[in-house]
């Protein structure tokens, strides 16, 4: 099992950034893909992006693709989405999560549905004012 801490959250104006970490430790040699998940109050866990530790590549949501940024640091265990031109809409409870035992092995793997996911991090608020 992979335990995840999420922090960096916090309340910003509509523009300004962010930058959110999430710090793995345990099992962490298993994981094979990370991501960053989202939930608004009444609405379902959305998709932010992910990010493959095979290949290095990167997925992004539509609604997000060039304002978010997903990356990670192998020698801390640690993944990071760095959030610019932040909107009221981003506003939601951040989860970050990790997959190790995917379908298949590919680089272009690119998790996507929370029930693909082993692991969750307890999540961090994030709040953007108009």
């Known amino acids: 099992q992979v335990r995840l801490v999420e922090s960096g959250g916090g309340l910003v104006q509509a523009g300004g950034s962010l930058r959110l970490s999430c710090a793995a430790s345990?099992?962490?040699?298993?994981?094979?893909?990370m991501g960053w998940f989202r939930q608004a109050p009444g609405k379902e866990r959305e998709f932010v992006a992910t990010?493959?530790?095979?290949?290095?590549?990167?997925y992004y949501s539509d609604s997000v693709k060039g304002r978010f940024t997903i990356s990670r640091d192998n020698a801390k265990n640690t993944m990071y989405l760095q959030m610019n031109s932040l909107k009221p809409e981003d506003t939601a409870v951040y989860y970050c999560?990790?997959?190790?035992?995917?379908?298949?092995?590919?680089?272009?793997?690119?998790?996507?549905?929370?029930?693909?996911?082993?692991?969750w991090g307890q999540g961090t608020q994030v709040t953007v004012s108009s």
């Open positions: 999560a990790a997959d190790a035992s995917p379908p298949y092995y590919s680089g272009s793997y690119y998790p996507r549905l929370p029930n693909q996911y082993d692991s």
């Open positions: 345990g099992r962490t040699f298993s994981t094979y893909a």
């Open positions: 990010i493959n530790l095979s290949s290095g590549r990167t």
